[in-house]
């Protein structure tokens, strides 16, 4: 089963966090069990999770799934930031009762294979200068301010499963599940994310049907370290007032 944090009482919001991160990603969040459950787990091959083998998004999804229903969770918010935005729209896909509402932070629907596979090659060869120079990497290109770096380099851990991991979402499509989706969704994105650009937000935006926006100014991919109060509010001002 997954290793996983569990704060606070009320509404339970699931918090997925994205590739080569783990739950610690979402300390800036832990305010948020003042009024809410937080789950908050680390994805199979991630942060302290035994689990290695077969890393698929829907391997992804349905662990977490599996942890909610040891811990007796009916139904649930998820909120998921890039990689962790895949995994809850493949939960959606699997599991649609369970879901509350969908906050999908600085994330996609779709990933081109020829894409995924130039980010690979540009991961293999920075690990082969360490992982110190991999997280470097992706704190850097993951933020606009940089006076984060520091807060967000504690939001990796890069394992032997990381390239794996990095290949689950290639090819993955999920535009065609976004018109059935009948909860509510949050969509976040930020203006200077060089991971997932705002476009993403948009084009995700005209398939739903039932879909807030948030776009963040002058912020990266890592939305929820560099506007922590601004990410927080407006995820529990949509917490608060779906169904």
Known sequence: MLKFDD????KPIVLIHGLGSKKEAWAPQHELANHYRLIIPDLRGHGETDLNE??????FASDVIELLEHLKIRSAFFCGLS???????ELYRQRPEMVRGLILSNTTSYVPSILGQRILTESRKLLQEGEETLVDHIVTRGLYDSKYKEEAKKAFHIRDTYLESAKASLGINYFFILPTIKKPVLLIGSTHD???????????????????????KNTGHLSNIEKKDLFNKYVSDFVATSA
Request: charged residues 20%; without cysteine.
């Open 54 to 59: 077969d890393l698929t998004v829907k391997n």
């Open 7 to 10: 704060l606070g009482k009320g």
């Open 194 to 216: 060089k991971v997932t650009p705002s476009i993403n937000l948009y084009m995700m935006g005209i398939f739903l049907r039932r879909a807030r926006t948030a776009l963040l």
């Open 83 to 89: 990689l962790g935005g895949i995994v809850a729209q």
